[in-house]
T-cell receptor, first 114, second 117 residues
Framework: DAGVIQSPRHEVTEMGQEVTLRCKPISGHNSLFWYRQTMMRGLELLIYFNNNVPIDDSGMPEDRFSAKMPNASFSTLKIQPSEPRDSAVYFC????????????FGSGTQLSVL | GNSVTQMEGPVTLSEEAFLTINCTYTATGYPSLFWYVQYPGEGLQLLLKATKADDKGSNKGFEATYRKETTSFHLEKGSVQVSDSAVYFCALSALSSSGGSNYKLTFGKGTLLTVNP
């Protein structure tokens, strides 16, 4: 299995631009998570999908952030407009069950907003 | 609320040294405890887990014991290798008071381990 695939690996953009991060979970996994990692705050859960339905988006920082999962094999995290404080590593993770007993992470997207 | 506190790094050891990374937690409910490892440029990988008190999780020579009385889950390895250099995260998940799914992982800040030859 190819594992969780995220793209792009690195994204550099200017403040005010729209940024879209992409994730392909492991085939057969029905739970998908978006995490953000920063030095100051560590790893934070942004949103959790189960069977393509958003279950918990309480971690999404503000309305500039949105996430979709149109089908079982694809999810996006969009930031519009982006701000320098959004600079972080964004991870997508998936699991085959509703809990987190076996969570598989992608390699992350390093986002830099100038 | 739930929280995880792990020792600040960085930790620098020589090859074959003994490793301990301390982790303590605060949780409501009955948490499961995890150690994840992040190698440079990669995502996190589950290293080991324990789901109830006194359980010992082990993998690749690493082990950690779920100590409910001290609310701890310290990571240990008897003889580290250069290839163990990575960031180690302690984490917990706990069922909500309403008994809902434990889908949320609460992570510690991570401890950078560097092993020198």
């Amino acid at each position: 299995d190819a594992g969780v695939i995220q793209s792009p690996r690195h994204e550099v953009t200017e403040m005010g631009q729209e940024v879209t991060l992409r994730c392909k979970p492991i085939s057969g996994h029905n739970s998908l998570f978006w995490y953000r990692q920063t030095m100051m705050r560590g790893l934070e859960l942004l949103i959790y999908f189960n069977n393509n339905v958003p279950i918990d988006d309480s971690g999404m920082p503000e309305d500039r952030f949105s996430a979709k999962m149109p089908n079982a094999s694809f999810s996006t995290l969009k930031i519009q407009p982006s701000e320098p404080r959004d600079s972080a590593v964004y991870f997508c993770a998936s699991s085959s069950q509703q809990g987190v007993e076996k969570l598989f992470f992608g390699s992350g997207t390093q986002l830099s907003v100038l | 609320g739930n929280s995880v506190t792990q020792m600040e790094g960085p930790v620098t050891l020589s090859e074959e040294a003994f490793l301990t990374i301390n982790c303590t937690y605060t949780a409501t409910g009955y948490p499961s405890l995890f150690w994840y490892v992040q190698y440079p440029g990669e995502g996190l990988q589950l290293l080991l887990k324990a789901t109830k008190a006194d359980d010992k999780g082990s993998n690749k020579g690493f082990e950690a014991t779920y100590r409910k009385e001290t609310t701890s889950f310290h990571l240990e390895k008897g003889s580290v290798q250069v290839s163990d250099s990575a960031v180690y995260f302690c984490a917990l998940s706990a069922l909500s008071s309403s008994g809902g799914s434990n889908y949320k992982l609460t992570f510690g800040k991570g401890t950078l381990l560097t092993v020198n030859p």
